[in-house]
């Protein structure tokens, strides 16, 4: 068994749901963390889904901020997503690490 510590993925979200990182075939994923960084000068809302639940609903970033949010080891089989958006088209900038097991 091999495990591997990753950026899973990193960008700007976008104001429509977007996939921001699919399991690999034959692998499971640990997650570790999520940073979220408002780089406006107003509140920008997200949402963040984990295999299609949401985890975080609508969360308001306030401007100019960023916060971080463990994930405290939740696991996604292959083949499952991370998707996420923003109310307020590329305000939001995203950084998401973890563990791949395969």
Do not use: H, W
Not at 77 to 93: D, K, M, V
């Amino acid at each position: 068994m091999a495990v591997v510590a990753k950026r899973l993925g990193k960008g700007t979200l976008t104001t429509t749901s977007a996939n921001l990182y699919t399991v690999p075939a034959g692998t499971t994923t640990q997650l570790k963390a999520l940073t979220l960084c408002n780089k406006t000068t107003t509140a920008a809302t997200v949402t963040i889904s984990l295999a299609g639940t949401e985890i975080i609903y609508q969360y308001s970033v306030k401007a100019n901020d960023t916060i971080t949010i463990p994930f405290l080891d939740q696991v996604l089989q292959s083949g499952e997503t991370i998707t996420g958006l923003s109310g307020t088209a590329s305000a939001i900038n995203y950084y998401i690490s973890g563990k791949e097991v395969t």
